[in-house]
């Protein structure tokens, strides 16, 4: 187990300390290996790794959440690293309500050129305590039901490589997500079965909760269920969703430069 564990908010949606913000997510987690997981729209992420005496230089491995520009297009200022994601992340995709392009700036060839590239479908350990969950199985009843998302021939995208990664402590599990298209309980549910630990520690990252979203009380419901457990929402949660968040459950706020530290 590492001693310590830390997960740095790079790019978040909301500004902090002296960093800057933008619609995207990027985290720095350092616990037995150092790992970038996801990389915001822009180069934000390293110019507020840079305000906070973060050198990127020494983190080797990339992990992508899933193929959309706010998570994904950060990568383009980056290269020769180990970047591991699912085989779908490459896709191109669309809104729904504009038809405008939500997909990655780069394709699959052009990523392999750049990286050594790891497509992972099924989940993947990274370190001895990391692992990448690759396709989260969409097994409750109110998540992920609907897709605003439209792959290139029309049919609906169900964004089947969204994913995140899980950390292994003795006080339970750490759950990272990008932004939880899969469901953030199909993703904690996913983490359990395959780590075979019942025990959630945190859960941190975008829950994708929108205001009007049917599950966000079923999503409550669920979160009350798993005993003593730290939520860090983020990113893709809207306002009066954090602040029911935020009244029923322990949670705490998140912002650009916001670093969480954990006893291993
Ligand atoms: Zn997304
Ligand atoms: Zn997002």
Redesign the pocket.
Known sequence: MPENIVTTFLTDNKPGLNCKAEHGLSMLIEADEKILFDSGQSRLFIDNATRLNIDLKKVEKVVLS?G?Y??GNGLVFLRNKELICHSACFTRRYRQKNKSYIGLAFNEKQARSKFNLTLSDKPLAISPTITFLATVPRINGFEAKTSPFLHEDGSSDY?ID?SGLVIETIAGLIIIS??A?SGICNIIEHARRITGQKKIRAIMGGFHLKADDPAVLPTIKFFKTLGPTKFWPCH?VDEEVLELLHNELDCESVHTGKAISFSG
């Open positions: 899933h959309h706010d998570h964004v969204d990008g932004c298209h893709c």
